[in-house]
């Protein structure tokens, strides 16, 4: 898994690999500190993803609001 900065990554970027970080959480096999670390990337993925859909919602909710002026 590369591990480029969670803030540069779009949504289809931060979705992917959050699905990877819960597969290799899932198998296990990992060391108590690796298991860790990649929880809290995937928590940090997860936000990443909120805000995306939450700017997206953003978005469309302006567009409908100006379309109805």
Do not use: F, H, N
Not at 12 to 29: I, K, P, S
């Amino acid at each position: 898994m590369t591990e480029q900065p969670i803030a540069e990554l779009g949504y289809e970027q931060a979705r992917d690999e959050l699905v990877e970080v819960v597969r290799a959480l899932e198998t296990g096999g990992l060391g108590l500190d690796e298991s860790v670390a990649l929880w809290e990337r995937g928590e940090a993925l997860a936000r990443r993803c909120e805000e995306a859909l939450a700017g997206a919602r953003a978005r469309v909710e302006k567009a409908l609001s100006d379309a109805e002026e």
